[in-house]
């Protein structure tokens, strides 16, 4: 009898240790993604939608040296993006002030390496100068590794006028160390930035189309 009762006591003491062990496995959270998956490559002209043509997109697998492409932002940044944050900042009230946008990144994967480039917008409400100045009309802007294209927009999407339009610049940026440079490159990312130019004249419907060129080649030396 004595040896029953200690063989029902160790039955009973197993089945309380494997019933908490049976509950912790049924719990186990569901694997998790592999860290290795890497994010879909994009198309050149989808890069930053809406603001890369097939010459720019052309240029941009020349300025990264890569026709695989990887967008890096997650909210696929492109025109619709930064036309709805510029008039957002339109329906603050604010009558003049820089607006900023969400800038679009792209890399090109090359090998075990990485080149980087970003469309960036610079917007400013207010006054925009004397007519013939620096401050209006269509302007190319230059700097190491970068080109930026200037134009007014009139618009209602902004709340822009003829008296006070939105002065708009965009601005491509090679970020890469290793770039070739602007001896090799500038050109592209001159095209670069006329194409964003042009795209977001569009977006916003910019009266005249911002009075910008169909071709990058048509715009005024810097």
Known sequence: MRALTVSAARVAV?????????????????????????PPEVDP?????????DAAGKA?????????LVNDDAQGVGGPAMGKALE?????GAKAGEITAPACTVTGTVGGGKRVGEIRLVAERGNAGTP??????????RADKERGVAF????????????MPLRVTAFYTDRSRSSRGDAVLGEDYLVLAHSAAVGIAKELGCEGNGALPD????????
């Open 132 to 141: 013939g100045s620096d401050q209006t009309g269509v302007r190319v802007t």
């Open 215 to 222: 071709s990058a080649s048509a715009l005024p030396a810097p």
């Open 152 to 163: 007014d927009c009139v618009s209602t999407r902004v709340g822009s006028t003829r008296d």
């Open 45 to 53: 002209t989808q890069a930053c939608p809406g603001l890369i043509t």
């Open 14 to 38: 197993l089945a309380v240790l494997v019933i908490p062990l049976a509950g912790c496995t049924s719990s186990d959270p569901e694997p998790k993604a592999s860290l290795s998956a890497k």
């Open 60 to 68: 941009l697998t020349q300025v990264l040296q890569s026709s695989h």
């Open 88 to 92: 957002e900042f339109s329906r603050t």
